[in-house]
């Protein structure tokens, strides 16, 4: 009797709980908004670009606010300058091809009146790709998207290693024109293991490809404050998901708000000296 009791009451419970059930708006606080700087100088041909957002409230689907109108000069370390153009709603073009040895900095002025400037960054010399290849995965055709594909491929590169401790490396991946940017395409090292030795067989992306894919890797020698912004950037993204996560913080780069001393900006404006290869699957 006592069971069938408890049985009853439960029932009922469940039958009253969707009835309560109310529509609760949360008002969460927008927080405060930042400047977010992203742009590079390297060796490479120009033009290079300077891309100013503002973030914008997490639960905004709205493309983040662009910042425009703001006076962006490059400057380096011998005392030249540009002042660089809006060619898009905040994206300024520098036209002038980076010189290695060089230090490049960015100095920016929003209409607000807020001025913002980056650290000098040193434009390395580049790392040149010795090779590039492609060659028959050991993995399964499975593992390729989920498709049954006869013949997949991993692309390889190798490479040489200067020896003197301190250099520091960031890899891109282009797939048909169109650069891998997921939290995991995020691959930076220091030379710490491998200063001064042969880079033989080195598999950039950890992606499978098929005939007729075209796949260019680009081999970038950054600078030390470059690359610990990428590796806090990758922590605390594409290693998510577990209690062993790398707590949230803020990720801070190397533009700082001289205005005002208790605002910063986000992202980064880096150097890089650069070399690039590429290579067609099948041929």
């Not at 006592?2 to 009451?9: H, R, S």
């Not at 593992?143 to 520091?168: K, Q, S």
């Not at 939290?183 to 598999?203: A, C, M």
Request: hydrophobic share 35%; charged share 20%; net charge negative.
């Amino acid at each position: 009797m006592k069971q069938l009791f408890q049985i009853l009451i439960l029932g009922l419970l469940v039958f009253l709980l969707p009835s309560c059930q109310e529509k609760i708006e949360l008002d969460l606080p927008e927080g405060e908004t930042f400047l977010v700087v992203e742009g590079w100088i390297t060796n490479a041909p120009p033009p290079y670009y300077v891309r100013l957002s503002y973030t914008s409230p997490y639960f905004d689907d709205a493309p983040q606010p662009t910042a425009s109108n703001a006076t962006v000069i490059l400057k380096d370390d011998e005392g030249n300058e540009s002042v660089l153009a809006e060619t898009q709603p905040g994206v300024y073009e520098i036209d002038e091809q980076g010189i290695v040895g060089r230090q490049y900095q960015v100095y920016i002025h929003l209409p607000e009146g807020d001025i913002y400037e980056s650290d000098f960054e040193l434009l390395n010399e580049p790392v040149l790709i010795d090779s590039i290849y492609y060659q028959l995965s050991e993995r399964e055709p499975s593992d390729f998207f989920g498709e049954n594909l006869d013949d997949i491929y991993e692309v390889l590169i190798e490479t040489f290693e200067p020896a003197g401790r301190g250099d520091h490396y960031r890899w891109r991946s282009f797939l048909n024109g169109e650069e891998a940017r997921a939290p995991f395409d995020i691959n930076v090292i220091s030379d710490q293991l491998v200063d001064g030795v042969p880079v033989l067989e080195y598999n950039v992306t950890g992606k499978l490809y098929s005939i007729p894919d075209t796949v260019e890797i680009v081999q970038e020698k950054i600078t030390k404050a470059a690359y610990e912004f990428f590796s806090q950037l990758r922590n605390q993204t594409a290693f998510v998901g577990s209690p062993f996560d790398t707590p949230p913080v803020p990720i801070i780069g190397n533009v700082h708000n001289r205005s005002n001393p208790n605002k910063y900006a986000l992202g980064f404006f880096g150097t890089a000296g650069i070399d690039r290869a590429a290579v067609v699957i099948g041929e």
